[in-house]
T-cell receptor
């Protein structure tokens, strides 16, 4: 069973702080990693994808991938109340299927 | 443009009704997906079409019937649904199966379905 684990939260951070969201996965052969943001009642919106070990930055968002430790994280700098949402981690595992496995999501609350 | 559209936005139906959900993308993507999502749960894969052929059916009950009329359209036909089928139904597309950035899925806004 290929698993993707996220802490369901909620993770509460003050406005302006750094929010750190973590995701671990069980399949060592996983190759592609995605972060989606989902507001309540809305569909998932792609924030970032990462394939290589290390950091990838896009604006206030940084994805960090460590394949040896089998985790991927998302850092949100200067958090805003509008960042309050559920963040889904999705992992494309090895093998014939190119379908991502989704984690349960972490609820983030940014309070003023 | 990374837009996937879905209609209707909301749907209320009785258990004896027949209805259809529609999904459309004009990004030239060759893979299209149907997901079901319940509150506070991750999206749950239902069907995958690749190059207009059904590639994956995740043991979905026959009351859900997918159809891919062409490379831009994906339908989900609904018949004799149960109240527990009430959920957000999401369509997604991706460029294909070639790996790398092409694997990225883009989601439509979803159809909120309520079965009475």
């Amino acid at each position: 069973q290929k698993e993707v684990e996220q802490n369901s939260g909620p993770l509460s951070v003050p406005e302006g702080a750094i929010a750190s969201l973590n995701c671990t996965y069980s399949d060592r052969g996983s190759q592609s990693f995605f972060w989606y943001r989902q507001y309540s009642g809305k569909s998932p919106e792609l924030i970032m994808f990462i394939y290589s070990n290390g950091d990838k930055e896009d604006g206030r968002f940084t994805a960090q991938l460590n394949k040896a430790s089998q985790y991927v994280s998302l850092l949100i700098r200067d958090s805003q109340p509008s960042d309050s949402a559920t963040y889904l981690c999705a992992v494309k595992t090895s093998g014939g299927s190119y379908i991502p496995t989704f984690g349960r999501g972490t609820s983030l609350i940014v309070h003023p | 443009d990374t837009e996937v559209t879905q209609t209707p936005k909301h749907l209320v139906m009785g258990m004896t009704n027949k209805k259809s959900l529609k999904c459309e993308q004009h990004m030239g993507h060759r893979a299209m997906y149907w997901y079901k999502q319940k509150a506070k749960k991750p999206p749950e894969l239902m069907f995958v079409y690749s190059y207009e052929k059904l590639s994956i059916n995740e043991s979905v009950p026959s009351r859900f019937s997918p159809e891919c009329p062409n490379s831009s359209l994906l339908n989900l036909h609904l018949h004799a649904l149960q109240p527990e089928d009430s959920a957000l139904y999401l369509c997604a597309s991706s460029q294909g199966w070639s790996g790398g950035a092409a694997e990225t899925q883009y989601f439509g806004p979803g159809t909120r379905l309520l079965v009475l």
